[in-house]
């Protein structure tokens, strides 16, 4: 079935370094990916997303990167802040005009003061 | 602008009775989404609405059923509540299929 994977459960990186957090997927048809981040005790929150016929995507002190050959994404932050610590996620739609998004795993994102 | 609420925050309730938990869409959007995120884990689908009509059911079971009025709020109901069914339940609105803005969530205890 279709999944969508982060690659490492926990990144821990130094106040004002760039982070990266990794994400594969399995479904070669998935057109649009989009990453959350959830703090503890919240919902998660829109940060970006991205379509198939993109790359690449910036938003404020974020990129994401897709490469459809080897079904992987990537969300980099750059000049990391204590504010971003939270879990990452990538979500991609399930089935078609069904509304179901598929999440991965969630990757802890540790800043370092 | 408001964002999607949901309410009640926190919920306790026994194994066997039932649940509902409600949710407000963000103004001018029409679809609602259902969640359930156990700890640890991703959010899973349970259900999207649009304009009152169920679009899409994920794998739970019929113990749980949802609906959306015509101001587009919307309430998931859990029926016969089991141990498993403690999480945090979350509801998403969007104006377009994908683009999905979650709520704070609601965190359901089952003793």
């Known amino acids: 079935g279709e999944s969508v994977g982060l690659h490492l459960p926990t990144l821990s990186v130094q106040e004002g370094d760039n982070s990266i957090i990794n994400c594969a997927y399995s479904n070669s048809a998935s057109d649009y990916f989009i990453w959350y981040k959830q703090e503890s005790g919240k919902g998660p929150q829109f940060i970006i997303d991205i379509r198939s016929n993109m790359d690449k995507r910036q938003g404020q002190r974020v990129t994401v990167l897709l490469n459809k050959t080897v079904k992987h994404l990537s969300l980099q932050i750059a000049a990391t802040q204590p504010g971003d610590s939270a879990v990452y996620f990538c979500a991609s739609p399930g089935d078609s005009n069904t509304g179901k998004l598929i999440f991965g795993q969630g990757t802890t994102l540790q800043v370092k003061p | 602008d408001a964002g999607v609420t949901q309410s009640p925050t926190h919920l306790i309730k026994t194994r066997g009775q039932h649940v509902t938990l409600r949710c407000s869409p963000i103004?001018?959007?029409?679809?609602v989404s259902w969640y359930q995120q156990v700890l640890g884990q991703g959010p899973q689908f349970i259900f999207q609405?649009?304009?009152?009509?169920?679009?899409g059911r994920g794998n739970f079971p019929d113990r749980f059923s949802a609906r959306q009025f015509p101001n587009y709020s919307s309430e998931l109901n859990v029926n016969a509540l089991l141990l498993g069914d403690s999480a945090l339940y979350l509801c998403?609105?969007?104006?377009?299929?994908?683009?999905?803005?979650f709520g704070p969530g609601t965190r359901l205890t089952v003793t």
């Open positions: 609405y649009y304009e009152k009509e169920e679009r």
């Open positions: 103004s001018g959007h029409k679809s």
């Open positions: 998403a609105s969007s104006f377009r299929v994908w683009e999905q803005y």
